[in-house]
């Protein structure tokens, strides 16, 4: 049995290419300037694996060519199990040793004591990983699954258990290694050995957990003030989110379409838009306040800086959110039991109470648990309201770039935001799963609603009217707020704001002389690499979930989806404490960027994958299988083209985070990679708002744009069931003839 | 196609959970056209992927001639792709986003066909299974029997040596399922092709295999050709699950006057310690007396009450109660007996099925039986 020859074969070569023909560490320039090709393969900074091993003294990477050797021997071993089991091995003693290397060694000699005095001391350290050592460990990686294909792992599918290991080996790369460096940061000193006083003064810190308000004593810790405040909004928008829904599905409210628009609104607006609105009607030199303070006198108040701010703008944020999750719910509940529920002689009030609520409250509870998470997560409209008043989120932020740049403080903040949105996460997956109540079966379900009870009606009405207006009013203001002077004291209309940012001028050739075009274009570029990278990692990850058997696929699925409740603003830190030094050493690049968007943004794609995979019929890829093609090809003849609206969804909704996308992304720029996000904060920063504005608004034109182009381009998936109609009249012809 | 032999093979979804297969020994020859046959959850549909290569097994082990196909001991396993099988799904699979012809060419394009001899086969299996003129539709278009059509040519059209069929035929209405049947045993005698076919309906068993193979709860019961299977069961379960309607069955050990007559008639026949542990006879075989006078002496026979009578078109059940328990005797003369009527049936020592405590056929009870007659 040697079919397993060729592609084993082809790995070898890009093992041996690895050492030979790639520089083996990180190069300054960047790889792909080219600019390595002068001093290659000889001096130091550029050379090859075996170069470096020959001539540098990295004796320590010997062992990767000796790894690499032995599987080559392998390769000539006859019986099929042994040569799974011995390249299953090498696989993964390759991955251990470069990885240990890695951490073990570097920039100037060992980075751990106890290997220090094992082995004494290196004269020399190493750089970070470059295009060699990278291609070498997923040559291991591949070696590692060849191995278990063979001995007949997931049914010696070789390219299904390539998938899983490495997507198991990107997410502990991407994932699981910033989280724990940056717990292993927090304990360590600036030299790297083990200090855990940062940690310890941090956690007893009380501007964390101080009770101080509950006890009538100043304000309360960072930690409850973000508790608190999560809760607040998971509540406000739940209840917002319902009396929406209800308003859609249950009454004769004329603008049900509107609504149904609005919730599009939070997934094209970047985060800390509606806090800028808002400070535009509210601030101190807001319209309203100035307004109110013309016609009464009112003194102008900072009350919008602080808690209440954030609230009303997470609740104007998320209550889109809540509304599409509760619409769901609320059209789930079958008419059918309001129905049995009347003709028992419950009144309508009864019947909402009694049946069509309980039913609701597991859909309820997830609509508050969302909330709550993007209320922990969230960082834009605590930024840009905060004022002295942060939360976790910006805290972490401050603490890292601002004057006290305390990693370990940063660290603190960042597990405590972690285990409050995990808590979350987990109370959402294990208390909640298998309680949905949703009775929408198979069979045909007729009947209408019940309509809603008079007076409820009236209320829900009395909340939903008032607040459409309101958001209406919000995002009015980020349309208008571009062409407006200088808000409070010049309302004159104006195109300096576009001109400043947008203006092109023609001098022989285009030259993007508006300050917005630079981290414009940078975004654009990086979205759209990032967006197809994470489509294709979020459907292969649902694939295999819903298609492959293996152990540990729960542990698979549970991790991957827990990197969903990472707060961005936890990411962000983790990555730069991760990043930053050798072995894996990305700031400031734009590949750091694409990392996080592809890495953050895949439980979405995961999700949607899975749920449009699950309607395909398991029997639609076994006929493949037996005629002869491999999954691979099955994928991609049979799974892709029927999973067309999944692939859309994914690409538009990764696309679109990473332009929208500001907590992790602030964390992560540089000045050669900028994002647009991130310059728009600054611009606030800087008080310029009405640049601001005018970049945000056209962001949200671009994105729109956008999404329409992205459904025209990958269309809608073809089963030809229109043509059922036409298809008919042809064949009664045949048969009359 | 080599013979495909399956040695004790075994299949367990995860541990804990009862065995959907057990020790199952089955030699499926060149050329046979084998159905599986057994109630749902039987094991018979996991044997079948089994043998595609879709489903591991958990021990044992599958021989396709001399070279092994499927083998956890011995770590040897070949993926469905490469085993040369064409499987048949109860739920057709056929791809939506494809048309018919792409669908069909699906397997002889991987096969990197060229295209003059791809489009000549092509044509010929949709010409043999009358698809032809719906070349150009999408799967959507065309009627269940159509689709089921187009199933069979996608398998047939890459000449498999095994064509493996899941109920191929359970979603069809009664006139369709017939014409079906009949062109699948005419794809059997053109193509040569050894075919295994699951069904829990016994009549399609029965009318196209030529052994079938009984599963009950993961286990084969009994292998054989359909008369061994209907006239001599290897036990009760094979013995009550074929046949319509069901056969008459009486315990010996129970208290009730039919059972101990019955009990009775046998010890005289076969002696008191011949571990009878009940007796089966076929409804066609009860017949019916109006008096104990036109028994034949040697058949056993019981007093009983009509009960009903069922036309079924052509023939008719009748029910008969003694003290409350219910037989079936079925007949193909018009009966002239009323409801309510007291007669005797009776039953030919030949027809008799002795099956022992253990539910398992007596040995050696036939030949007594059929030396006393």
């Not at chain 1, 890009?14 to 001093?39: H, K, M, Q, S």
């Not at chain 1, 050797?69 to 299953?88: F, H, T």
């Not at chain 1, 909330?371 to 930024?383: C, K, T, V, W």
């Not at chain 1, 492959?548 to 730069?576: D, H, R, W």
Request: glycine share 10%; with cysteine; net charge positive.
């Amino acid at each position: 049995m040697r079919h397993g020859n060729r592609r084993l074969d082809v790995v070898l070569i890009l093992g041996a290419v690895a050492l030979t023909l790639l520089p083996w560490y990180r190069i300054d320039g960047g790889f792909y300037g080219f600019g390595w090709l002068a001093g290659f393969p000889l001096s130091t900074e550029v050379a090859p694996g075996l170069v470096q091993i020959a001539a540098h003294g990295r004796w320590w990477l010997a062992g990767v060519v000796l790894l690499l050797l032995l599987a080559g021997a392998a390769r000539g071993m006859a019986d099929p199990m042994r040569r799974g089991a011995a390249l299953a091995w090498l696989g993964a003693l390759g991955v251990l040793f470069l990885s240990l290397q890695g951490l073990a060694i570097g920039f100037s000699g060992w980075t751990w004591t106890i290997s220090e005095s094992l082995f004494g001391a290196l004269s020399d350290g190493q750089p970070s990983m470059g295009a060699g050592a990278v291609l070498s460990a997923v040559v291991f990686v591949l070696l590692f699954s060849f191995g278990l294909a063979e001995r007949g792992v997931m049914k010696g599918d070789a390219f299904v258990v390539s998938a899983i290991s490495l997507l198991v080996f990107l997410v502990a790369v991407f994932v699981f290694y910033p989280i724990g460096s940056m717990f292993a940061g927090s304990v360590q000193d600036f030299d790297g050995s083990f200090n855990p006083d940062g940690f310890i003064r941090n956690m007893q810190d009380p501007g964390i957990w101080s009770l101080g308000c509950v006890i009538g004593g100043g304000r309360c810790g960072v930690a409850w003030r973000t508790l608190w405040l999560a809760i607040m909004t998971g509540l406000g928008s739940t209840l917002l989110g319902l009396a929406f829904a209800l308003v859609a599905t249950r009454t004769r409210f004329p603008y049900k379409k509107g609504l149904r628009l609005l919730t599009i609104l939070p997934i094209i607006t970047p985060p800390f838009v509606i806090g800028l609105a808002l400070t535009l009607l509210f601030g101190r030199a807001g319209v309203i306040t100035q307004g109110l303070s013309e016609l009464f006198g009112i003194e102008p108040g900072r009350w919008l800086y602080g808690l209440t701010g954030i609230w009303i703008a997470q609740v104007l944020s998320f209550t889109p959110i809540a509304f599409l999750v509760l619409i769901g719910v609320v059209e789930g509940v079958s008419p059918s039991m309001e129905e049995a529920s009347t003709t028992l002689r419950a009144d309508r009030w009864r019947t909402f109470r009694r049946v069509s609520l309980p039913l609701m409250k597991p859909g309820l509870a997830n609509a508050f648990l969302i909330g709550f998470i993007e209320s922990m997560a969230d960082f834009g409209n605590p930024l840009v309201l905060g004022g002295s008043h942060g939360v976790l989120s910006t805290e972490i932020f401050f603490a890292v770039v601002g004057s006290q740049n305390d990693p370990s403080r940063a660290a603190v903040l960042a597990m405590v935001l972690l285990v409050f949105t995990l808590s979350a996460f987990l109370a959402q997956r294990f208390w909640l799963s298998g309680k949905n109540f949703a009775t929408v079966t198979g069979k045909g379900d007729s009947g209408a609603h019940i309509a809603l009870p008079r007076g409820l009606s009236i209320g829900v009405h009395a909340i939903v009217i008032p607040w459409g207006l309101f958001t209406l009013v919000v995002y009015g203001m980020i349309l208008v707020g571009g062409f407006v002077k200088t808000w409070g004291l010049d309302n004159s209309l104006t195109l300096d704001h576009y001109a400043k940012a947008f203006s092109i001028s023609f001098d022989g050739s285009i030259a993007w002389t508006g300050v917005a075009w630079n981290s414009f274009w940078t975004t654009m570029e990086i979205a759209l690499i990032s967006a197809p990278l994470t489509a294709i990692v979020g459907l292969l990850t649902a694939y295999i979930i819903v298609r492959q058997k293996f152990t540990g696929k729960n542990v698979f699925e549970f991790a991957l989806m827990m990197s969903f409740a990472i707060p961005g603003t936890v990411i962000g830190v983790s990555y730069i404490m991760a990043f930053n030094l050798p072995p894996l050493e990305m700031t400031g690049s734009a590949l750091i960027l694409i990392a996080c968007f592809v890495f953050r943004n895949m439980p979405v794609g995961v999700r949607g994958g899975i749920a449009a995979m699950s309607q395909l019929d398991k029997s639609l890829d076994e006929a493949s299988l037996t005629l002869r093609a491999g999954s691979f090809r099955t994928i991609r003849k049979v799974i892709l083209p029927l999973l067309r609206p999944a692939i859309t969804a994914a690409l538009v909704y990764s696309f679109v985070r990473a332009i929208t996308s500001i907590s992790a992304v602030i964390f992560l720029v540089s000045a050669e990679y900028n994002m647009a996000t991130s310059y728009i904060v600054g611009l606030v920063e800087n008080g310029e708002y009405g640049v601001a504005i005018a970049y945000s608004s056209m962001l949200i034109v671009v994105m729109i744009t956008v999404i329409t182009g992205f459904q025209l381009l990958v269309g809608d998936r073809r089963l030809r069931r229109e043509n059922r109609v036409a298809g008919l009249a042809p064949s009664r012809q045949e048969k009359t003839a | 196609m080599p013979d495909i032999v399956l040695s004790n093979v075994q299949k367990s979804y995860g541990a804990g959970s009862p065995n959907a297969v057990s020790d199952l020994d089955l030699h499926i020859r060149d050329g046979e056209f084998m159905c599986l046959l057994g109630p749902s959850g039987c094991g018979k549909t996991t044997t079948l992927r089994m043998i595609a290569g879709l489903e591991n097994l958990t021990d044992g082990e599958i021989r396709v001639g001399e070279k092994i196909v499927d083998s956890p001991a011995r770590g040897a396993f070949i993926g469905p792709e490469k085993r040369g099988m064409g499987l048949v799904f109860q739920s057709y699979a056929l791809w939506p986003h494809l048309t018919i012809e792409r669908n069909t060419d699906f397997g002889l394009r991987l096969r990197k066909v060229p295209k003059a001899e791809r489009e000549a086969r092509v044509t010929e299996v949709m010409k043999a299974l009358d698809i032809e003129k719906y070349r150009h539709r999408y799967p959507s278009q065309l009627s269940g029997g159509q689709q089921q059509r187009v199933a069979l040519a996608r398998m047939l059209a890459v000449n498999p040596g095994v064509l493996l069929l899941d109920e191929p035929l359970s979603n069809l209405d009664a006139r369709l399922r017939l014409e079906m049947r009949a062109e699948l045993k005419r794809i059997h005698a053109a193509f040569g092709t050894t075919i295994v076919f699951v069904t829990h309906d016994q009549w399609e068993a029965m009318t196209l295999a030529t052994s079938i193979a009984v599963m009950n709860e993961g286990r084969l019961q009994q292998l054989g050709t359909p008369n061994d299977i209907y006239d001599r069961p290897a036990n009760r379960f094979v013995a009550e699950f074929v046949g319509s309607p069901p056969i008459n069955i009486l315990e010996t050990a129970t208290g009730h006057a039919l059972d101990r007559a019955a009990s009775h008639w046998l010890a005289g026949r076969l002696g008191e310690s011949a571990g009878v542990g009940s007796v089966g006879f076929r409804p066609e075989a009860l017949q019916i007396a109006r008096s104990e006078a036109a028994v034949p002496g040697d058949s056993f026979r019981h007093a009983a009450e009509v009960t009903g009578i069922l036309p079924t078109g052509g023939s008719w059940i009748i029910e008969l109660k003694v003290d409350g328990r219910a037989l079936f005797a079925t007949t193909t003369e018009c009966p002239v007996l009323k409801g309510g009527e007291r007669v005797f049936v009776h039953a030919r020592p030949t027809a008799m099925h002795v099956f022992d405590a253990a539910g398992l056929r007596l040995a050696g009870a036939d030949d007594t039986l059929a030396r006393a007659a």
